[in-house]
């Protein structure tokens, strides 16, 4: 087993969860629940399967498709989800029409 490789996959998911909308959903049913084990292992088994079918997908690309063009279509599309994050979106009406006013 590659130790360092593991180590990067657990530390950047680790990262990248914090604070996520996952996160928050499991703080919101373990705060409302009498079994917090029961919360534990839904949504552990759920990030599990998550990225079980995320990395089947990467491996399986990574068969067809030049290594090179699998990271740089990741790059792009990472770069794209930044760039929407940054600025809001130009088809949503302004909140007073929204309001009715």
Do not use: H, Y
């Amino acid at each position: 087993m590659d130790w360092q490789l593991l180590g990067i996959s657990f530390i950047t998911v680790f990262l990248s969860e914090l604070g996520d909308k996952s996160q928050l959903a499991a703080i919101a049913l373990g705060s409302s629940c009498n079994s917090p084990r029961a919360v534990f292992f839904g949504t552990a088994s759920a990030l599990l399967l998550a990225s079980l079918i995320g990395v089947g997908i990467g491996f399986s690309t990574a068969e067809v498709l030049p290594e090179r063009l699998v990271k740089g279509l990741a790059a792009i599309g990472f770069a794209v989800m930044g760039l929407r994050l940054l600025w809001p979106k130009a088809d949503l009406p302004e909140q007073s029409e929204r309001l009715g006013g």
